[in-house]
Nanobody, 118 residues
């Protein structure tokens, strides 16, 4: 069972930056057997939604609300997923989770909280 552990959340002022990290382990097969890995977020009272994702083939997708501000990247050797978040806004406040899909099953980390103050 794929295991994911997020880190890097915290409190930051509007306009600031944070870098989230996700360590991925216990993969059955190679790193590229994960069809999609990504970052998702859930704000209070809202459903979890996609922030950014990357497929095994390297195709990247972003939510419209973060385009131009957030950058997703991966380190295949270290089995890490990152999210560089710049120009943060109060509406980016949420719990950010790392998700990985393998053979039709999606695995989730516990999440890391990001709070952006105005």
């Amino acid at each position: 069972q794929v295991q994911l552990v997020e880190s890097g959340g915290g409190l930051v002022q509007a306009g600031g930056s944070l870098r989230l990290s996700c360590a991925i382990s216990a993969i059955s097969g190679t790193f590229f057997s994960l069809s999609t890995i990504g970052w998702y977020r859930q704000a209070p009272g809202e459903e979890r939604g996609l922030v950014a994702s990357v497929t095994s083939g390297g195709i990247v997708s972003y939510a419209d609300s973060v385009k131009g501000r957030f950058t997703i990247s991966r380190d295949v050797v270290k089995k890490m997923l990152y999210l560089q978040m710049n120009s943060l806004k109060p509406e980016d406040t949420a719990v950010y989770s790392c998700g990985a899909s393998q053979w039709g099953v999606t695995y989730w980390g516990e999440g890391t909280r990001v709070t952006v103050s105005s």
